[in-house]
């Protein structure tokens, strides 16, 4: 399936029916009075996230969406039925922006979340709301109202705790295969993932974790070269980024330390924040790197490169030094999962007394 994180669609809630004028007619009753019921409401729009999806390309092919309108009302005090919803299923993460204006309007970010994205318009008024004492016989009835219409781009940030960040052919796909049920292109040449595949890493009984594998970057991404650019803003809310390198590349002119240079830079240049994540060093390929020269070039690479947090020496291919990769991922994204919903419970004996006269 084509992967698709950014569609446009337009969308238009249902107009309300319009009210009625009538007056009862009944064989031998002289005075009927007003009976003209009320318009039925538009139908809504809603929009639902859901875990079995992870692209928008049903959105890229079906841009308009349209509720049904309200049924008129009609005499015998008879009500219009409103319309009928329509329910919009996205992926989780799906970023919902005015198209118009760019400001971001509602954010799905969990399994089964739903959010009214356009309000159908009310019914109108039939002629016995307008009833009376002074008024027996009100002629009087208002239309339906409009309903929302919006023109909206969905933007997808996949739900990844770990994102693996690398220059194109450094393994990260191997990686995820090695680790994860994911099952991504891989390939004995130079060869770049061309979308984000995700994999669950279980790590033992209820403890696994979410890994993201993006397309590789090449410098100059941040101003729109390769394809990495395209898909950074899945590294936005992971938790975790794991910088994968290549340490036996195919060309021996090619530097390890200035590629991870370059890619970091690329990084900060993209979004500070996103520079400032957790970032932890895996170092690839080792297998392929004689034993009496591993620990030297290790060594030599993280020097250069004046990296100061945790490093991993891994192959991917024989899986060598992945099982204390995963195991140590795993506690670092739970840690961080314990502080963001750790709650301080405030004794409320100790809590300040508000100035008086508030």
């Known amino acids: 399936m084509k992967f698709v994180d950014e569609a ?5 809630a249902g107009d309300g029916g319009n009210g009625c004028v009538s007056f009862r007619h009944e064989k031998y009753k002289e005075f009927g009075g007003p009976n003209g ?3 039925g409401r538009g139908g809504h729009v809603f929009a639902v996230a859901d875990s079995n999806l992870n692209t928008l390309v049903d959105f890229r092919y079906s841009r308009r969406h349209e509720a049904k309108r309200g049924e008129h009302g009609m005499g015998s005090d008879m009500f219009g039925a409103a319309g009928d919803d329509i329910v919009l299923k996205m992926p989780v993460g799906t970023i919902i922006t005015d198209a118009e204006t760019g400001e971001v309007l509602y954010e799905l970010l969990k399994d089964g979340e739903v959010i009214a ?4 318009g009310d019914g109108g008024f039939g002629n016995m709301r307008f009833k009376s004492a002074i008024n027996r016989a009100p002629r009087q009835k208002t239309p339906g109202w409009p309903g929302e219409k919006k023109s909206l781009k969905l933007e997808l940030k996949v739900l ?9 052919n450094a393994g990260k796909s191997t990686l995820i295969s090695a680790v994860s049920n994911a099952r991504p292109r891989i390939a004995d040449y130079p060869f770049t993932t061309l979308h984000p595949n995700l994999g669950v890493v279980r790590v033992g009984p209820e403890q696994s974790f979410v890994v993201a594998d993006l397309p590789g970057l090449i410098e100059g ?8 650019h395209l898909f950074l803003r899945h590294l936005q809310r992971t938790r975790l980024l794991l910088h994968v390198v290549d340490m036996a590349p195919f060309d021996d002119s090619v ?12 990084l900060k240049k993209y979004d500070a924040a996103l520079h400032e994540k957790p970032r932890w060093l895996v170092l690839n390929k080792l297998d392929m790197v004689p034993d009496d020269e591993r620990a030297a070039r290790v060594k030599d690479f993280v020097k250069r490169l004046r990296f100061k947090g945790p490093v ?6 024989t899986r060598e030094g992945c099982e204390h990769l995963i195991k140590a991922v795993y506690q670092q994204v739970k840690a961080q999962q314990v502080a963001e919903h750790e709650t301080v419970v405030v004794d409320p004996r100790f809590v300040p007394l508000p100035p008086e006269g508030n």
């Open 8 to 12: 446009f669609i337009d969308i238009a």
């Open 37 to 39: 019921g009320d318009g």
């Open 117 to 120: 994205i356009a309000k159908g």
């Open 160 to 168: 990844a705790d770990v994102g693996l960040l690398g220059m194109p």
């Open 255 to 266: 530097d390890p330390v200035a590629q991870a240079k370059a890619l970091v830079a690329e």
């Open 312 to 317: 991993f020496e891994i192959s991917a291919l």
């Open 221 to 228: 991404a941040s101003e729109g070269a390769g394809l990495g």
